[in-house]
């Protein structure tokens, strides 16, 4: 049974730091792209940040520079590291998995809410 846990989120005030943690397990981790979206309310779920299996990270342009996405295959566990928070950033931030298989695995969603 595959499962996705993601910790991390929660309320911060504008300029302020989150760390995003996605926790897999029952899917070989380490030949899968990971990446994280999210949703606003109102609009479409976007791709914040995404690291294949093999190759560069790919960013959104609107967290260029502020979010950082990390993988560490030994903990079958993928990051977002968000810092300069903005109120746009305000969302529900869903981790993505998706298998050599092209099998895709969503996890439930962490509310991240900028704001003073």
């Known amino acids: 049974q595959v499962q996705l846990v993601e910790s991390g989120g929660g309320l911060v005030q504008p300029g302020g730091t989150l760390r995003l943690s996605c926790a897999a397990s029952g899917i070989i981790f380490s030949g899968s792209a990971v990446a994280w979206h999210r949703q606003a309310p109102g609009k479409q779920r976007e791709l914040v940040a995404s690291?294949?299996?093999?190759?560069?990270?790919k960013y959104a342009d609107s967290v260029k520079g502020r979010f950082t996405i990390s993988r560490e295959n030994a903990k079958n566990t993928v990051y977002l590291q968000m810092n300069s928070l903005k109120p746009e950033d305000t969302a529900v931030y869903y981790c993505n998995v998706v298998t050599r298989y092209l099998v895709s695995y969503w996890g439930q969603g962490t509310q991240v809410t900028v704001s003073s």
């Open positions: 690291i294949p299996a093999i190759g560069s990270t």
